[in-house]
């Protein structure tokens, strides 16, 4: 049997339509809903990437998986700033930078996709994010440093607008960690000292930057500069080189854009967005200056040599060392050429000229750089060049009279060597380099000699003893006559007796980078004179004989053993012994030997045998006429023997019996 409808008779009677119940979903309402389900999704999916790009961007972890970035981690990794993540310097720290680094990170990531990844967004290090982080805050306090000789302060120069820009850590500091790991780049401090500034103008003048009292030269104490207030450019003035110009070339490095080469000539629009808004180096753009104290130049410069060819040769080479004789010898520059002092440094009196005012050399010069008393050293290398250039003259002379007018041949070779030599120093001046001079001098006297032995001459000239002297010893290019005594340790001090005996002035002075002081103190004597007290004490003479035995003589004769003391025994011995003295057997005194004239030496060994006899007693016999000593039956034989030898008189016995029979004496017994 048929199941019974679930349909009620009501609504059969209403014609079979149905009550209205709750409606259905709708096509649109589905779409609504996956919408709102797709956006929430989405929205999830972007938190989760940014989450993830927030956690790891700030980290090079992330960057290493962009290959366009992976040399820069790996420089990174190698760097003092390893430990630092890349957050901390590019985009700093707390909410702000951390949205700089996501939408970083959002951008490599998105770069990454589409295979457009470039370096741009990491060009620029913030400046807070190396002083705000607790790294280098200290900088800002430190006051001034100095490093390299330059005095610096980074609270001066950070924060500071210079020259019209905002400097930045990566105007000096921008490869600290990536590339070539220079730690400053000192171009972009030549750039912005130097660029468009005249000597000494503003920021380009030297003791703005250079401590001169500190200046750790070995050949001169710029501590005077800044006491006698010298003008550095009287010896430096060739330190800069090179304009910095911009070459409109290196904009297209960058920019492609048509608009940005016209804002080439805006200088101060374009400072402000590379360097104030970017942190560029001055190098990105400029060619550097270079700064520093140049080696001078021989060649003339060009706008003189259009009508002076050689204008100055011979000075010029002079003060470089460089013999027109010698073209391939090693040059042996003055010392002033050696630290590039150029000729303005002692040129600095203008006098009228035939063709108007010239620079002449001054003796105040020296004193105003060196200290008062410097002209004098002037003065002596011009006495010595008169007297060694007039012996020069004098044998090169005699050369060309000999030689004659012999055109060829090794004679006319030698001769011609010996003009070129001595016309250098004649014309170039001395003066420019007295050691080198004298040395010129010194090869022109021994070519003009090897000339006259060319031609049979038997005439020989002496050698330039001061070229020896000079060459020998550095501190007589200044010190041509030190002083012959001098105090020391408030004694008078016998300095001309060292200079013999020691020779090399650096045994007791300090070298040249540290002149004029003693490298010993008053112990340091003993170094070369034992436990003699030096300087001798006023007793001395009373406990000489004790030391000098202790000593041993040689000790003495490192002073004592000189041409006037080697005749002359009185400073010490005061005439000898007062009293007789007993030698083989004889009484000897030194009294009637001194009363007779006799030197010491007559006697006694010299000087270096100290303390010997020089004489045999066979030898005394002989001086005597007699034997010596006399016998012990002198008293009764002595009558016999005047009687019998002729050639005894009064006189032979009053050689040592004072008054002889008339004396006391011989009174004794003849009275």
Known sequence: MDRESPISDEMRAGGGAFPKGPAGPTKGSHRLRRMILGTGLVILIVVIVLWVLLRS?????????????????ASWSHSSHKNVACQQCHFGIGAKGDFRTEKVGISLFIQKLTGTGNT????????????????????????????HGVRFSH??????????????????????????????????????????????????????????????????????????????GDCHSDVNRGQAPVDRERCTACHTAGDRAAQYDDVQRVHTRHVTDQGFPCTFCHESIEHRVHPLAIASSSDCATCHRDAHKNMRSLYMGMSPAEPGA?????????????????????????DGEVRRPS?????????????????????????????ARTAVGAAQSAVGARRSGKARKHLDLAVTRLRQVETGHGQHNIVFAVVQLDGAVREANAALR????????????????????????????????????????????????????????TPYSDHGHLSWGKQACATCHGAVPLPHPANFRSQMGRVAKKVGFATCLQCHNTPEARGNC??????????????????????????????????????????????????????????????????????????????????????????????????TCHG
Not at 609 to 633: F, I, R, T, W
């Open 330 to 354: 090693k040059q042996r520059p003055d010392a002033m050429a050696v630290v590039h002092v150029h000729c303005q440094g002692c040129h600095t009196r203008w006098v009228a000229g035939r």
């Open 570 to 667: 009185t400073p010490c011995h005061q005439g000898g012994p007062k009293k007789e003295i007993q030698w083989h057997g004889m009484p000897v005194s030194h009294a009637n030997h001194a009363k007779q004239g006799l030197d010491c030496t007559t006697c006694h060994t010299e000087l270096n045998a100290h303390g010997g006899m020089a004489l045999s007693p066979q030898e005394c016999n002989d001086c005597h006429g007699l034997k010596m000593p006399h016998p012990d039956d002198w008293v009764e034989t002595h009558g016999k023997v005047m009687v019998e030898r002729k050639d005894l008189t009064n006189d032979t016995c009053s050689t040592c019996h004072e008054g002889g029979m008339a004396g006391e004496f011989c009174q």
């Open 120 to 147: 741009g967004v990491f060009r620029h290090i913030r400046t807070a994010g190396c002083t705000e982080t607790g790294c280098h805050a200290k900088m800002l306090t430190d006051g001034v440093i100095e490093w």
């Open 363 to 391: 003796a105040k010069a020296c004193n105003d750089c060196h200290g008062p008393g410097y002209d004098r050293i002037l003065r002596e290398w011009s006495t010595v060049l008169r007297r060694d250039l007039k012996a």
């Open 57 to 73: 961007s700030g980290s090079p972890r992330f960057y290493v998986q962009m290959p366009w970035l992976t040399e820069y981690v």
């Open 454 to 509: 060319r031609v049979g001459s038997s005439t020989s000239f002496p050698r330039i003893a001061d070229a020896r002297k000079l060459t020998a010893n550095t501190c007589a290019r200044c010190h041509l006559n030190p002083p012959t005594a001098v105090t020391f340790n408030g004694r008078p001090f016998p300095h001309a007796k060292h200079i013999v005996a020691v020779g090399d002035c650096e045994s007791c002075h």
């Open 155 to 232: 609270a001066d120069h950070l924060g500071k607008i210079k020259r019209g820009v905002m400097l930045s850590c990566t105007t000096c500091h921008q490869s600290l960690v990536h590339g070539k790991l220079r730690p400053v780049n000192t171009s972009s401090c030549t750039i912005c000292h130097f660029k468009n500034l005249g000597w000494g103008e503003d920021i380009s003048r030297c003791q703005l930057c250079h401590d001169v009292g500190k200046l750790a030269t070995k050949a001169y104490n710029h501590k005077l500069v800044r006491e006698k207030k010298i003008p550095c």
